[in-house]
């Protein structure tokens, strides 16, 4: 059964800052792998994918995200945070007919 | 143009109630979605249609009942509403099936709050 953890469940970090979220995951093959956001009282907004190719994908809002197969990682990344990427974040897999598994969620505080 | 709206966007009821929740995706999408998304925002997979096909129907009470008119349509109702209920209720597109590696879109949710 696939699997995704995001093993930190609040982040907070000073805006400028660097920002890094971990989602690692479990499957049996290479899965489709996404991150999204949720920003307070709004839907979940697809920010980056990767299927295949370039292990570094880049995404929407100057995220990016590296899938790294020998640790089962895609984590997020971002240079520098703003105030308005204060959001909840939800790693996900999924592959051929399997529904999206998604993460619990990583919540981001970004301090003035 | 939203791509994916909900209506209505709140919606606070008294138990026993029959409520229904309604969505329309204008991509051109082949499947759509319901999840639910508890206080703790766990995204559960609730139902799942291909083409006005049921495809996915979760562990779900059968006080919920999905409907899918058209493609482009998939409403959800629910009967006798109980408080464990209450909850953010989104609607979702993919493009294909429900591996599809472009990902979902999400419209804006639902609040459901059960009095």
């Known amino acids: 059964a696939q699997s995704v953890t995001q093993p930190d469940i609040h982040i907070t970090v000073s805006e400028g800052a660097s920002l890094e979220l971990r989602c690692n995951y479990s499957y049996g093959a290479t899965p489709y792998l996404f991150w999204y956001v949720q920003s307070p009282g709004q839907g979940l907004q697809l920010l980056l994918k990767y299927f295949s190719g370039d292990t570094l994908v880049q995404g929407i809002k100057g995220f990016e995200a590296e899938f790294k197969r020998s640790q089962s990682s895609f984590n997020l990344r971002k240079p520098s945070v703003h105030w308005s990427d204060a959001a909840e974040y939800f790693c996900?897999?999924?592959?051929?007919?399997?529904?999206?598994?998604f993460g619990r969620g990583t919540s981001l505080i970004v301090h003035p | 143009d939203t791509a994916v709206s909900q209506t209505p966007k709140y919606l606070v009821t008294q138990m026993g109630n029959d409520k229904s929740i309604k969505c329309e995706q204008n991509?051109?999408?082949?499947?759509m979605y319901w999840y639910k998304q508890d206080s703790k925002k766990f995204l559960k997979i609730m139902f799942s249609?291909?083409?006005?096909?049921?495809?996915i129907n979760e562990t779900v009470p059968n006080r919920f009942s999905p409907k899918s008119p058209d493609k482009a349509h998939l409403n959800l109702h629910i009967n006798s509403l109980e408080l464990g209920d209450s909850a953010v209720y989104f609607c979702?597109?993919?493009?294909?099936?429900?591996?599809?590696?472009?990902?979902?879109?999400f419209g804006s949710g639902t609040r459901l709050t059960v009095v």
């Open positions: 991509l051109g999408h082949d499947t």
């Open positions: 979702a597109s993919s493009l294909r099936g429900t591996g599809d590696a472009y990902g979902y879109t």
């Open positions: 996900a897999i999924s592959g051929g007919s399997y529904i999206p598994t």
């Open positions: 249609y291909n083409n006005k096909e049921l495809i």
